[in-house]
């Protein structure tokens, strides 16, 4: 674990900016995004981080910093686009796997956890061929200020992500070991990566 925990901190050097702000326009809004734009102009890349790291990414999650538009605005659903394997075939037809997602405040601290297996929400279960919006609804969650979602895709789901010039302040890969957070990246060659920005929205109340 310290060893993959190297390997990410040296991706992430020299990686310096800013990118979209995954914040909410006014305190009226009911959707937050974590990317600004049409998505269907966006260089987006489906990203499962099992694949990418291997094993110990069964405790590693996809993370993106939102600000509430309220204090104590209440999120009811998590959508992400994303990709499970299904390509009308029944060879693609995915096998079961557990996937979660994880509230927290803007400490990391643990508001709430949901576990369930990835088909009610998957592309299979919709027939869809490609990268699709699937939204996961948990109870009524209170935030205040920053809170993070995480997403655990435990090699499930791939998540769509968009290429960015710098370094994300919005996306991250959470390490439960240590309850940390590193930049989004991947890696390009030795020492060197591209930093990326998750694709996410939370609808809230």
Do not use: H
């Not at 959707?31 to 990203?47: F, L, Q």
């Not at 993106?64 to 209440?74: G, M, N, R, S, T």
């Not at 609804?137 to 920053?146: A, E, G, Q, R």
């Not at 998540?159 to 930049?183: C, H, M, W």
Request: glycine share 4%.
């Amino acid at each position: 674990m310290v060893l993959l925990i190297t390997v990410f901190c040296l991706m992430a050097l020299s990686l310096t900016g800013i990118s979209a702000a995954a914040d909410a326009k006014s305190p009226a809004n009911q959707v937050i995004y974590s990317y600004e734009g049409n998505i269907t102009e966006k260089d987006i890349i489906p990203v499962d981080l099992l694949s990418l790291i291997g094993a110990p990414a069964y405790f590693f999650a996809e993370a993106v910093k939102f600000k509430a538009p309220k204090a104590d605005w209440k999120v009811n659903a998590v959508q992400l686009y994303g990709w499970d394997g299904f390509n009308g075939s029944d060879q693609s037809i995915p096998k079961e796997r557990i996937i979660a997602i994880e509230i927290r405040d803007k400490n990391l601290k643990l508001l709430y956890k949901f576990a369930d297996s990835q088909l009610p929400y998957s592309n299979y279960a919709r027939n869809a061929t490609l990268m699709y919006p699937l939204t996961i609804p948990i109870p009524k969650i209170p935030v205040s200020d920053d809170f993070y979602v995480c997403f655990y895709d435990r090699g499930a789901i791939a998540v769509a992500s968009e290429r960015l010039n710098e370094t994300s302040k919005n996306s991250f890969i959470y390490v439960e070991d240590g309850n940390q957070l590193l930049p989004a990246a991947l890696p390009t060659r030795e020492n060197a990566s591209t930093p990326i920005n998750w694709i996410m929205a939370i609808n809230g109340d």
